[in-house]
């Protein structure tokens, strides 16, 4: 089983600052299978990035996925008011299919 | 469009058996590449992969907990069943499902919230 180890677990910034998210796997992760997801309270999760750079649908440029093998990034190159939530990576290479344990963007 | 939505208890006993349904709109269990996914997170916790339903019947669980769940389609009514089997109180949380293409999950539904508790 691949664990997903994110950091930080909180992020404490102002609206229009960048916010750089880190998740590594404990094993490469094949073909970069790796997305992110948002989480906001109530809600479920939205997809944001998969493979690991590709945007869904809808989702807007300041949003960027990055890497390869075993650590990856999710980029808000400028926070929105929108944006504060709890972000998790995904990888969808091998089953089990695992999560990381999630990174809270705060406003600071 | 597509959408899911989960029913089920909101409350059982422990020891007891829960079953959850996930009905499916804008596709088919049966489409090719597609599957079903079903996802739990315990209040404040991280999100934590259950099953999975792929559209040739290939099906797929959690190590951990793989003897206490059966995931089943009922292709008549285009659902997916989640049985688990005696529930504790910490598998009090909410329970998604989602569909997958390929393995990838891009549509959520609204979850379920299940507490359990005597």
């Known amino acids: 089983e691949i664990v997903l180890t994110q950091s930080p677990g909180t992020l404490s910034l102002s609206p229009g600052e960048r916010a750089t998210l880190s998740c590594r796997a404990s094993q490469t992760v094949g073909k970069n299978y790796l997305a992110w997801y948002q989480q906001k309270p109530g809600q479920p999760p939205r997809l944001l990035v998969y493979n690991p750079s590709t945007r869904a649908t809808g989702i807007p440029d300041r949003f960027s996925g990055s890497g390869s093998g075993t650590d990856f990034n999710l980029t808000i190159s400028r926070l929105e008011p929108e944006d504060f939530a709890v972000y998790s990576c995904?990888?969808?290479?091998?089953?089990?299919?695992?999560f990381g344990g999630g990174t809270r963007v705060e406003i600071k | 469009q597509i959408t899911l939505k989960e029913s089920g208890p909101t409350l059982v006993k422990p020891t007891q058996t829960l079953t959850l349904t996930c009905t499916l709109s804008g596709f088919s269990v049966s489409d090719e590449y597609v599957g079903v996914v079903w996802i739990r997170q315990p209040p404040g916790k991280a999100l934590e992969f259950l099953a999975l339903s792929y559209w040739n019947d290939d099906n797929h669980y959690s190590p951990s907990l793989r003897t206490r769940l059966t995931i089943t389609k009922d292709t008549s009514k285009n659902q997916v069943i989640l049985t688990m089997t005696n529930m504790d109180p910490v598998d009090t949380g909410t329970y998604f499902c989602?569909?997958?293409?390929?393995?990838?999950?891009?549509?959520w539904g609204q979850g379920a919230q299940v507490t359990v508790s005597s």
């Open positions: 989602g569909k997958s293409a390929g393995w990838l999950v891009d549509y």
């Open positions: 995904h990888q969808y290479a091998y089953s089990p299919l695992t």
